[in-house]
């Protein structure tokens, strides 16, 4: 499976902003998927994640964040609301085999990478 980001831009702190990831060559039936985030200088964190088990959140997205799938179940949703001036980040989803993870939150888990897509907060 290959993975396409969308959706990052500028947006004022405290605005919500919606990115898209599109899955080609597969879709995500056999797959764990989540997303993830990258500021500059610091190591890549897990925000949510959807695998057999159902969704999964990390402590900075609980309540703000919101992961969803389409019924094709080849795009992937994160929609983010009252975004905070220290979120810029570049934002990534990934992919691993079912089964084939412990915690799918873990970015090293993940097999299969987007190229990011850039969301930046102004204050």
């Known amino acids: 499976v290959q993975l396409v980001e969308s959706g990052g831009k500028l947006v004022q702190a405290g605005e919500s902003l919606s990115l898209s990831c599109a899955a080609s060559?597969?879709?995500?039936?056999?797959?764990?998927v989540g997303w993830f985030r990258q500021a500059p200088g610091k190591g890549r964190q897990g925000l949510s994640c959807l695998s057999t088990s159902g969704f999964e959140y990390s402590d900075s997205a609980k309540g703000r964040f919101t992961m969803s799938m389409d019924n094709a179940r080849d795009t992937l949703f994160l929609h983010m609301s009252r975004l905070k001036p220290e979120e810029p980040a570049g934002y990534y989803c990934a992919a691993v085999i079912e089964g084939d993870y412990k915690d799918c939150l873990g970015s090293s888990e993940m097999e299969t990478w987007g190229k990011g897509t850039l969301v930046t907060v102004s204050s």
């Open positions: 060559g597969d879709n995500f039936d056999d797959y764990a």
